[in-house]
């Protein structure tokens, strides 16, 4: 059976649907979001919670949608078993005091042994890139693996595991287009992506943070 799924968005992206799934999705905007949301605005955040029949796409069935609206960092949702909570790259775009408040709300929404699924740039990487004027939003309060360990920790969630993504030469990639070029030729080209991020999955050297922890 797959799991019941919270996923916490701060921009919209392409999500699959497992079987038999319900996720809430919250995300960045200042007007009512369609199905297919796009150029996000600053000042609130709408959702959607999406069930999934349980063969999608097969024999007409179609996916049935009821949107959410809240405002992060609450998680106005009245369900309170959800197996898994996803924060993938959300909680860098809240300062320290928003980030404990988030991270509180979606433990509170999780089942107990419930899990939180969490990405987020890896500091002492991330600050050495190079960013294009209009990239980084408004706060980028980025973590090290320390820091966002201890701030898990203290919103009542214990790691399990913590991995690294992205690891192809991240900031010589964003200050020399050959890198990015050479990086493409890898990962896309010659379909060595998992190759060598599972190679470097464990070493500090990618721009983002991955953490699978529990709830304590």
């Not at 360990?149 to 690891?167: D, E, M, V």
Request: charged letters at 20%.
């Amino acid at each position: 059976m797959h799991p019941n799924s919270l996923a916490v968005l701060y921009q919209p992206g392409s999500v699959s649907h497992p079987d038999n799934c319900w996720q809430a999705i919250l995300a960045r905007d200042n007007r009512p979001m369609g199905h297919q949301p796009a150029n996000f605005g600053d000042q609130a955040f709408y959702g959607y919670k999406q069930r999934c029949p349980a063969r999608v796409g097969k024999g007409g069935d179609q996916d049935i949608a009821s949107f959410e609206i809240g405002i992060l960092p609450d998680i106005a949702i009245d369900t309170r078993d959800f197996d898994v909570c996803v924060l993938t790259q959300v909680i860098e775009h809240f300062n320290d005091e928003n980030q404990v408040k988030l991270l509180e709300n979606a433990r509170a929404v999780v089942r107990p042994g419930g899990h939180l699924v969490l990405t987020t740039p890896n500091r002492p990487i991330s600050e050495r890139m190079r960013f294009a004027r209009g990239e980084l939003q408004p706060i980028e309060n980025w973590l090290d693996t320390t820091g966002l360990h201890a701030l898990l920790a203290k919103t009542g969630w214990r790691a399990q595991q913590t991995s690294y993504a992205f690891n192809f030469l991240p900031v010589l990639a964003s200050r020399l287009p050959v890198f990015r070029g050479a990086r493409y030729l890898a990962y896309d080209v010659l379909g060595l992506r998992n190759v060598v991020e599972g190679l470097l999955e464990s070493r500090p050297v990618g721009d983002t943070t991955v953490v699978l922890a529990v709830k304590a």
